[in-house]
């Protein structure tokens, strides 16, 4: 076969949590800033491709969302293949060494932290230092675009975002392990593509992109501020991303395929 089985996939994914607590802290911190950047970088594509579009977009939105779903697992492919690190994707391969006792709880709450918090960086430094401060975002339909975006965004309650929190990273955490089923190139890059390319087009919230798209807008004159931001949107969609990828990946799959049995 020219793909992994489903149990050697799992195996992978969770060997390469392993592979990461092995790495002093500033070079886990740079992976973690680089897995910001590209997931950051993604987002950014899919503002200029789709926010360029308002003609299509007025008549058949569905396309548009769905230009968006193409474009954007790009940056996924990036932190698979280069090495990166996401925390959406942590939530689902430390889940696997967590659940066979290699790993103690704390040491993978330290890891999602660290994670979490060095993404950020890396999506701060797209959003302000490659965007904002070079202009790309200031004229319309790109402006005019992402403002629209993120307003759509704040506008949901707490549960809904929780919600849609756990779709997007069930699906980008499947991403990711089906990316581990490719044995080539090629292959992972569909296998990551699918998945990812669904939970944009349907609109899910994923914490990660979140962090470019809503700092973006607000460096462009956004009608929302960083504290709402962060209470109506982030902590929402990270709960959910925790759960989605924790739970629905990562416990499903070492259930299924790694647990130690007698």
Not at 138 to 145: E, F, G, K, T, V
Request: hydrophobic residues 55%; proline residues 4%; positive net charge.
């Amino acid at each position: 076969m020219n793909y992994n089985s489903p149990a050697q996939t799992a195996n992978d994914f969770r060997l390469a949590a392993l592979d990461k607590c092995k790495r002093p802290f500033w070079e886990f911190a740079l992976m973690a800033i680089l897995g910001g950047t590209f997931i950051a970088i993604g987002g950014l594509l899919t503002v200029m491709v789709a926010g360029g579009m308002p003609g299509v977009a007025a008549v058949n939105p569905g396309i548009v969302k769905f230009v968006a779903g193409a474009l954007f697992p790009v940056g996924l492919i990036m932190v698979s293949i280069t090495g990166a690190d996401l925390f959406t994707s942590n939530c689902a391969s430390f889940t696997f060494p967590l659940m066979r006792r290699e790993l103690p709880l704390s040491k993978v709450a330290l890891v999602l932290v660290i994670s979490y918090l060095f993404n950020f960086i890396g999506a701060q430094f797209i959003a302000f230092v490659l965007s904002a401060n070079v202009g790309l975002l200031d004229s319309d339909p790109w402006r005019a675009y992402l403002l629209n975006y993120t307003e759509l965004k704040m506008n949901q309650d707490f549960m809904t975002v929780l919600w849609k929190g756990i779709g997007a990273n069930w699906l980008v955490c499947l991403g990711m392990y089906m990316g581990y089923a490719g044995k080539d190139i090629i292959g992972k890059c569909i296998g990551i593509w699918i998945p990812v390319m669904l939970f944009v087009t349907l609109g899910y919230e994923h914490s990660i992109a979140n962090m470019f798209f809503m700092p973006a807008a607000i460096y462009v004159g956004a009608d929302f501020t960083w504290s709402s931001f962060i209470i109506n949107n982030l902590i929402p969609a990270t709960i959910g991303n925790l759960i989605g990828g924790a739970v629905l990946v990562g416990m499903v799959y070492w259930y299924l395929f790694l647990k130690k049995r007698s």
